[in-house]
């Protein structure tokens, strides 16, 4: 007869791998860590702002004065002064990509990447980062205008639709600096790089004048811009409560379902953008 024969359970003692740090205490001491450098570098905080305070209290007032006033019934001084925030964020968020790469080459990233925190823990420490940075250099551009002589119209709703482009396009721009610095090796690149993507969308997406009176092909292409929408609702919030440029996107008579449209597009383009951003970082520190 077959006799079943129970085995002994060993006496194995179970090791536990050592518990990882508590997201927001790690999110919080690497946001920390990013504000100190970048609280070190006075540049990446004050250079951004030149050329934005440049068109708001030098070139939009000459421009007012050429046009003879008012343009289309709105301030053209607060119409271009709310405009530059679509230059400051990607100038401030492309720094802050620069020095992505400053520290992955000659910095602690790989030091950090050791560590036993989530790998975008260190996008979103810096992105907290750049979001109070930006939000500091609107206020002040914004602040300057309305010093020199720019009239806003403000409501606690206009206020809300102002905050909400400007964070979700501080946080798109971030997401493409962050791609840069995780496809281009040299700091040099990304440098000749910037234009192209900080800069030159400006000018097509109804910086300086409404995208209705460029030729047909390009205000279809301004549409397209998510530069273009981001700006159309900061306007809407500031400074055109019927919001024309949100009319000039959509062609809709109801300017709340055109903010809600253009507010869709800039979500869908940031969470495209997000992800793309933190595929790249991943990729990036495993090559």
Known sequence: MATATATPALGLRVVRAPRRAPMLRALRTLAARRGALTAHNPRQIAVPMLTPILFALVIAPALKTAL???????????FVAVGTVGLLVPLATTFA???????????????????????????????????????????????????RGAHFHISAAGVGWFAAATLLFVILMYAVAETLAARIRTAEEYIGA??????????????????????????????????????????????????????????????????????????????????????????????
């Open 68 to 78: 003879g006033g008012l343009h289309s019934q709105i301030d053209y001084t607060a």
């Open 97 to 147: 990509g620069l020095s992505v790469i400053v520290d992955r080459d000659s910095g602690a990233q790989r030091e950090l990447l050791a560590a036993p925190v989530r790998r975008s823990l260190l996008l979103l420490g810096n992105l907290l980062v750049v979001v109070g940075l930006c939000s500091v250099q609107v206020v002040v551009v914004i602040a300057a205008a309305a010093l």
């Open 194 to 287: 910037t234009p192209a993507i900080a800069i030159l969308p400006w000018f097509f997406a109804g910086a300086l004048f409404p995208i209705s009176v460029l030729p047909g092909a390009l205000t279809w292409v301004a549409r397209f811009l998510p530069l273009t929408h981001a700006m159309a609702l900061l306007r809407y919030g500031f400074v055109d409560p019927t919001g024309a440029g949100l009319h000039d996107i959509w062609g809709l008579s109801s300017t709340t379902a055109s903010a809600w449209l253009s507010l869709a597009v800039v979500v869908a383009a940031t969470c495209a953008l997000g992800a793309l951003a933190l595929r790249a970082f991943k990729r990036s520190v495993v090559a």
